[in-house]
């Protein structure tokens, strides 16, 4: 379906002479039958908001190696998992209980969300702080054979102010090419969602004080958890 209506869109541009829809999977192309020789660019939008969950590092990987030139260029070339430590009340009634009219209901925090997806609208009314400067966490070349590879690493972060920690802020940035970004941090007015890593209990944290993490990633997904 996705494909006829892009055959319409380009037909009512005028564009049918220039470009040509093949609906098939990457994984399904030949060269010599569906296209006729390598390419030039290979264009992918195929990443979700947390970049990884989508597996789009390996398509594109294995498809760059069956049709890119050499010289080639894939765009996005770079992609990168950043984030900070964050927090609010509002973050905190989102993933945990405490107590509601008199009554207990901690033991509640038994099923809270190990992650929760924000989405654009609610960075407006959470009132979030954030106790940290933003950390690249990983960074993948997009279209090499070892994009996909699981990595894991330590990292000690300097907190920036006091107060309580709910858990590690994700977003994604994108280098399309050379110089041109996508951020997608907090501060940018954009539609996709960021990923909060709800830490097991809140951390009060003082100004100065280092808090180390670990954080992994299998090539489909992100995780992060404070190592105390």
């Given at each position: 379906?996705?494909?006829?209506?892009?055959?319409?869109?380009?037909?009512?541009?005028?564009?049918?002479?220039?470009?040509?829809?093949?609906?098939k999977?990457?994984?399904?192309?030949?060269?010599?039958?569906?296209?006729?020789?390598?390419?030039?660019?290979?264009?992918?939008?195929?990443?979700?908001?947390?970049?990884?969950?989508?597996?789009?590092?390996?398509?594109v990987?294995?498809?760059?190696?069956?049709?890119?030139?050499?010289?080639?260029?894939?765009?996005?070339?770079?992609?990168?998992?950043?984030?900070?430590?964050?927090?609010?009340?509002?973050?905190?009634?989102?993933?945990?209980?405490?107590?509601?009219d008199?009554?207990?209901l901690?033991?509640?925090?038994?099923?809270?969300?190990?992650?929760?997806?924000?989405?654009?609208?609610?960075?407006?009314?959470?009132?979030?702080?954030?106790?940290?400067?933003?950390?690249?966490?990983f960074?993948?070349?997009?279209?090499?054979?070892?994009?996909?590879?699981?990595?894991?690493?330590?990292?000690?972060?300097?907190?920036?102010?006091?107060?309580?920690?709910?858990?590690?802020?994700?977003w994604?940035?994108?280098?399309?090419?050379?110089?041109?970004?996508?951020?997608?941090?907090?501060?940018?007015?954009?539609?996709w969602?960021?990923f909060?890593?709800?830490?097991?209990d809140?951390?009060?944290?003082?100004?100065?004080?280092?808090?180390?993490?670990?954080l992994?990633?299998?090539?489909?997904?992100?995780?992060?958890?404070?190592?105390?």
């Amino acid at each position: 379906l996705m494909a006829h209506v892009a055959r319409e869109i380009i037909e009512d541009n005028g564009l049918s002479d220039v470009i040509t829809v093949i609906a098939k999977g990457s994984d399904q192309l030949k060269i010599g039958v569906d296209i006729p020789e390598s390419v030039d660019v290979i264009l992918c939008d195929v990443f979700t908001g947390s970049l990884l969950e989508a597996g789009g590092l390996g398509l594109v990987a294995r498809a760059s190696q069956t049709f890119l030139k050499g010289g080639g260029q894939v765009v996005p070339q770079i992609g990168s998992i950043t984030g900070c430590l964050a927090g609010s009340d509002g973050l905190e009634a989102l993933c945990r209980c405490s107590r509601t009219d008199g009554m207990d209901l901690r033991r509640f925090n038994l099923f809270s969300p190990s992650r929760l997806q924000i989405q654009p609208d609610q960075f407006q009314t959470l009132d979030i702080e954030y106790f940290s400067q933003p950390i690249n966490g990983f960074e993948f070349r997009i279209g090499e054979s070892t994009s996909d590879r699981p990595q894991q690493q330590q990292i000690e972060i300097e907190i920036t102010q006091s107060g309580l920690i709910t858990g590690f802020l994700q977003w994604t940035d994108l280098e399309l090419a050379p110089g041109i970004r996508l951020h997608g941090g907090p501060d940018q007015v954009i539609n996709w969602p960021r990923f909060l890593h709800v830490f097991p209990d809140p951390i009060e944290v003082r100004t100065g004080q280092k808090l180390r993490l670990i954080l992994e990633h299998n090539a489909r997904r992100f995780s992060v958890w404070p190592d105390m």
